[in-house]
């Protein structure tokens, strides 16, 4: 069975490293929330256990949490982290996206 969501080589580094800082996490949790003008947005926590209808995706020694909001727009998404002179960011590669507003924010599936 494919995964729900794929990780870069650069994304799983990131991802270790950020809970390497946090101990108590046993995982990043992935969801989408309403917001921008496109309708939905990705959001990333710290996750301390996983919930009863998380889905959990294991990469390279990396655990994902996939809130079950997020599991149907996420699915075939490739994530992916970027850092340049000026910023560093998560970049998620979706091909369920059907739209996105200008500045980058939000998305629509």
Do not use: H
């Not at 809970?19 to 710290?46: H, M």
């Amino acid at each position: 069975m494919r995964a729900a969501i794929t990780l870069t080589e650069s994304a799983v580094k990131r991802v270790k490293e950020l809970l390497k800082q946090k101990p108590e996490s046993i995982a990043l949790r992935i969801g989408v929330r309403q917001r921008g003008c496109n309708g939905l947005s990705y959001t990333l926590d710290y996750a301390q256990e996983k919930k009863k209808m998380d889905e959990e995706v294991v990469q390279d020694g990396v655990k994902l949490l996939i809130d079950p909001k997020a599991q149907l727009s996420l699915l075939g998404t490739e994530m992916d982290f970027v850092r340049d002179k000026l910023s560093s960011e998560f970049i998620f590669n979706n091909p369920n996206i059907k739209g996105t507003c200008g500045c980058g924010e939000s998305f629509n599936v």
